[in-house]
């Protein structure tokens, strides 16, 4: 594409420069700016994009966007914000996809993934042979990618987007996360339809405040033709107000009384409320709905069960929040003869204002519990401990692998174990390495340990 074309797009303050140059690709990382590519210069928290303009250069970038003109000698299209300019620049070089493309977003703290496979089963089952965009993978034509970050950055989202429809989808489910959106990388996507979920304490290290929080999933709103909204959550129910044409669904609904939701608890109810309620708005069949609701065994790491013949069940989850711990911990107990035993903990440099949230909450809903490490990245894992148990008289065990194995050699016949934070995670971040650990393959490995009796 014409270079020229793309500053149209962008409507620049200033071009430094020839307009001339040829662009074949766009960039945002220095180190992947491949040649005749259009690079952008992002400041960033930790480091500015401006910083390794010349980098991008030596490796072939053609032209630069930039917020401040550098002293280089290449063409430099200068914008308020490159930030903003990085989607509609996107847009524009992948040929508006989604114009093309129906996609359906799932946003909302809890359920986003769980609701995006079973939406996917769905569509899959209509024969709209559907693209999946969450933060376990990524599906593209039948080719099955590691996830990288649950919304792609712009370019990558609408290159993706551009490759499903090279490769025969003919729609896309992807998870649409607060942060995505007051970053820009979701500006230019269209959405055939927007599913909300709820809202419960989450990410305010980075919002600031649920209001901030629930404003940021609001946003989207105006980028989606139709609107479904879970109007049983009270964010859902506000949300529900400003959105008179929504389509509405309540947690307090059942499911047709002929779907055999394999899934177990009873939030995936809601989920799966989700799902139909947005295929239904798309003008899929009930037949469809119901075959792809039914076909769904199991989500990775989403209330994921580990089975090795052992008297009592083992739950994998990724809750990591309070109201996901609480949803997570009352469905343990609906399944439960006996105890319900968790074993949880809080990431570090995130907000830490939801740890001593999540003690009580597991101190009041489980029978034994046992604080351990999830995610420390650079902070002190004993501190977040501290943080999380707040005076409460909760076990403490830092390493992971052995708090599994004191909850799995404490469990009983009737029971049920709950390793609740990481769910489909097979690393854990520490002081910047990304360390193997899965908690389904160690609780698979204990149990066998134990040789439990069937």
């Known amino acids: 594409m014409q270079l020229e074309r793309l500053i149209a797009a962008l409507a620049p303050t200033d071009v430094i420069g020839s307009a001339t140059a040829e662009i074949r690709e766009l960039a945002y990382d220095a180190r992947e700016a491949p040649r005749d590519s259009l690079f952008f210069c992002i400041p960033g928290a930790t480091a500015d994009g401006h910083d390794f303009a010349p980098e991008a250069l030596r490796r072939g970038a053609a032209a630069l966007v930039v917020e401040r003109p550098l002293g280089l000698d290449v063409t430099q299209v200068v914008v308020p914000s490159v930030r903003a300019a990085m989607p509609r620049a996107a847009v524009e070089f992948f040929g508006d996809p989604t114009a093309q493309l129906p996609v359906a977003g799932i946003t909302g703290t809890n359920g986003k993934t769980t609701t995006a496979y079973?939406?996917?089963?769905?569509?899959f089952a209509a024969d709209e042979r559907?693209?999946?965009?969450?933060?376990?993978?990524?599906?593209?034509?039948?080719?099955?990618?590691?996830?990288?970050?649950?919304?792609?950055e712009s370019i990558d989202l609408q290159r993706l987007f551009r490759e499903m429809l090279e490769a025969g989808n003919r729609s896309c489910v992807m998870e649409a996360t607060s942060m995505a959106s007051v970053k820009g990388r979701l500006d230019g996507t269209r959405f055939a339809v927007l599913v909300f979920t709820n809202l419960t304490q989450d990410h305010l290290d980075f919002h600031g405040s649920m209001e901030d929080y629930f404003e940021a999933k609001c946003r989207l709103f105006a980028q989606a033709d139709l609107a479904v909204v879970n109007v049983g959550d009270p964010f859902g129910a506000r949300l529900a107000e400003d959105i008179p044409e929504a389509v509405r669904f309540s947690s307090g609904e059942a499911l047709d009384d002929d779907v055999e939701l394999k899934l177990r608890g009873r939030f995936n109810v809601e989920n799966a409320l989700a799902a139909a309620a947005?295929?239904?708005?798309?003008?899929?069949?009930?037949?469809?709905?119901?075959s792809g609701l039914e076909s769904v065994e199991r989500i990775p790491g989403r209330f994921d069960a580990v089975d090795e013949g052992?008297?009592?069940?083992v739950l994998v989850d990724y809750a990591h929040t309070p109201g996901a711990l609480a949803t997570a911990l009352e469905s343990a107990r609906e399944l439960a003869r006996g105890r319900v035993i968790c074993v949880f903990g809080a990431g570090g440099d995130r907000d830490r204002t939801k740890r001593p949230l999540m003690g009580r909450v597991v101190a009041e809903l489980a029978d034994l519990a046992i604080v351990t490490s999830d995610n420390p990245r650079s902070e002190d894992p004993a501190a977040i401990a501290g943080e999380v148990v707040d005076a409460l008289e909760l076990e403490i065990e830092l390493d992971r692998r052995r708090a599994i194995e004191r909850a799995l050699e404490a469990a009983r016949e009737g029971d049920v174990v709950v390793i609740a934070g990481k769910g489909h995670e097979q690393g854990q971040e520490v002081r910047g390495r990304k360390l193997p650990f899965e908690d389904r393959e160690v609780a698979a490995e204990t149990l066998r340990r134990l040789r439990m009796p069937a």
């Open 130 to 152: 559907p693209g999946l965009l969450t933060n376990i993978e990524r599906r593209v034509g039948d080719d099955v990618r590691d996830a990288g970050l649950n919304t792609p």
């Open 278 to 290: 947005a295929a239904r708005a798309l003008g899929v069949g009930d037949d469809a709905i119901k």
């Open 118 to 123: 079973l939406l996917s089963s769905i569509l």
């Open 310 to 313: 052992q008297p009592f069940t």
